[in-house]
């Protein structure tokens, strides 16, 4: 059962190995806010840090630098699995209006077209409703037919492309089944 978890210890080792299988298949790991990390530790000790640092980001009182905008980080779980990540930005900048999205996700490779991304990005949007957001911004790699078919399926909408991302809205009210 995918659910949506804010960064959690008690996942770590799973979340360690992801981040290794990330690595390993070139990926880059959309929703995570790791880019913070230059050299992310994965131990128990290492992802102290890093899960507090995520948890910070949703704190509007926090300072942040001036092309950062607060952000709820979640790791998508399956029972007590680390299967993915998901970032709920809670505004737009104008790169984000662009090209980042309200929302960024990734699942690690091993578990993809299982309907992670799509049961994650479904749970995302009543996320999103609670921060008081009527609609966001979804983006997808022009190339990624995969992505896109995540955002259609949730209710996206397709408004245009831009610098080669796929740029779709979704009402956050209109909810697809997870």
Known sequence: MTSLVR???RLRAS????????????DFMHGSGLWAFDNLDTSEDGARPV????????????EL????????YFWIADRDEFVGYLALRHRLNDWLLEEGGHIGYGVRPSRRREGHATRALALALGEAAAL???????????D???????????????????????????????????
């Open 65 to 72: 630098p001036e092309d950062r905008v607060p952000c709820t």
């Open 132 to 142: 008081g957001l009527d609609r966001v911004l979804v983006t997808a790699d022009e």
């Open 51 to 62: 899960v507090a640092y995520l948890l910070r980001q949703a704190d509007p009182d926090v």
């Open 15 to 26: 979340w360690a190995e992801a981040v290794v299988e990330f690595a390993e298949a070139g």
């Open 144 to 178: 990624n037919e995969g992505s896109w078919r995540v955002i259609e399926g949730v209710g996206g909408v397709q408004e245009d492309t831009r610098n080669g991302k796929r740029r779709y809205w979704i009402d956050t009210a209109r909810q697809a089944p997870a």
């Open 7 to 9: 960064p959690d210890l």
